[in-house]
């Protein structure tokens, strides 16, 4: 990757529109939407098109898609392109959480390159998209540049490597000296990911050649896409921009009503006021009122 800033990776139940928006705002590369199960997507649920559903403003438009079946998993790919028109498919082939893995799903392709392959070359066929792919750096055993090699021939265009493997879920560190080596193996990029929570975090990684996704470490700071970038963002500037999300957040889930939304704030709201003193993090998740949280946000952020 050329050039510096951050990718924002997606989180779910964090990274929702409101949040990829603000993060764009801030000069995230790109945005990747949250995890939508194939399967949830063909059967017509509600949940899966709401996640589905871009935000107006984003220009990024990656939606994320995971299933075992590949011939599923293509299915839902064009559904997907045929309502939103996304620019990219990003496929997830990384996540560890046992009610994914015990489908066939997510890291379990890990497992089974050539399962993978299939789903990659599927996608493509089915909507002409790019199409990306998460992964770690195996399930139990290390496997990722067998696996990468495998999904750059199936026609991925991009890779997105969290430096672990699936069995350490997000216990110890990120191991980027093994992104490195899938970067060197393939020819398409690779984006690694993993305890990137400052800036210098970023720099170090970037000096590795590497290009730098980011989640957890832009949790209650969006900013970080411009500090990364070399942009300062003063205090006022990050109050500013924590109302902003607020007020993009209720926008976004005003159908469900204001109760309801400030309840699915909370997660951002903690940490927004992650250096707060503890009585008053205490006292702003309580609140049930949004302009009382936007004061809070106001007056705490970033301190």
């Given at each position: 990757?050329?050039?510096?800033?951050?990718?924002?990776?997606?989180?779910?139940?964090?990274?929702?529109?409101?949040?990829?928006?603000?993060?764009?705002?801030?000069?995230?590369?790109?945005?990747?939407?949250?995890?939508?199960?194939a399967g949830s997507l063909l059967?017509?649920?509600?949940?899966?098109?709401?996640?589905?559903?871009?935000h107006p403003e984003e220009r990024s438009r990656v939606v994320q898609l995971a299933g075992a079946d590949p011939d599923e998993v293509a299915r839902?790919?064009?559904?997907?392109?045929?309502?939103?028109?996304?620019?990219?498919?990003?496929?997830?082939?990384?996540?560890?959480?046992?009610?994914?893995?015990?489908?066939?799903a997510g890291a379990a392709l890990l497992d089974?390159?050539?399962?993978?392959?299939?789903?990659?070359?599927?996608?493509?066929?089915?909507?002409?998209?790019?199409?990306?792919v998460k992964l770690r750096l195996g399930f139990a055993q290390v496997n990722a540049v067998e696996m990468a090699r495998r999904l750059e021939q199936a026609?991925?265009?991009?890779?997105?490597?969290?430096?672990?493997?699936a069995a350490q879920r997000y216990g110890g560190r990120a191991d980027w000296d093994r992104i490195r080596e899938v970067a060197r193996a393939v020819r398409i990029p690779v984006v690694g990911t993993g305890d990137v929570r400052t800036v210098e975090d970023y720099r170090a990684r970037r000096a590795m050649g590497l290009?730098?996704?980011?989640?957890?470490?832009?949790?209650?700071?969006?900013?970080?896409?411009?500090?990364?970038?070399?942009?300062?963002?003063p205090a006022r500037l990050r109050r500013e921009a924590a109302q902003q999300h607020l007020r993009l957040h209720l926008d976004w889930y005003a159908?469900?009503?204001?109760?309801?939304?400030?309840?699915?704030?909370?997660?951002?709201l903690k940490a927004y006021l992650g250096a707060a003193p503890a009585p008053v993090r205490?006292?702003?998740?309580?609140?049930?009122?949004?302009?009382?949280?936007?004061?809070?946000?106001?007056?705490?952020?970033g301190v």
């Open positions: 990757m050329d050039g510096e800033g951050a990718v924002l990776a997606p989180m779910a139940g964090f990274t929702d529109a409101a949040f990829r928006v603000v993060a764009e705002r801030f000069g995230a590369l790109w945005t990747v939407g949250e995890m939508v199960m059967r017509g649920s509600a949940e899966a098109r709401a996640l589905l559903q871009p839902a790919a064009a559904l997907a392109y045929g309502r939103v028109r996304p620019r990219a498919i990003d496929l997830n082939m990384g996540c560890p959480m046992p009610k994914v893995t015990v489908r066939g089974d390159p050539e399962r993978a392959a299939r789903m990659v070359a599927g996608v493509r066929e089915a909507t002409g998209l790019p199409v990306s026609g991925a265009a991009l890779l997105r490597v969290h430096g672990r493997t290009g730098v996704a980011v989640a957890r470490g832009a949790a209650g700071r969006p900013w970080f896409f411009a500090e990364v970038r070399g942009e300062p963002v159908r469900r009503g204001e109760a309801w939304a400030l309840r699915a704030f909370r997660g951002h205490a006292r702003a998740l309580a609140l049930e009122r949004a302009d009382e949280v936007a004061e809070v946000l106001g007056a705490w952020t």
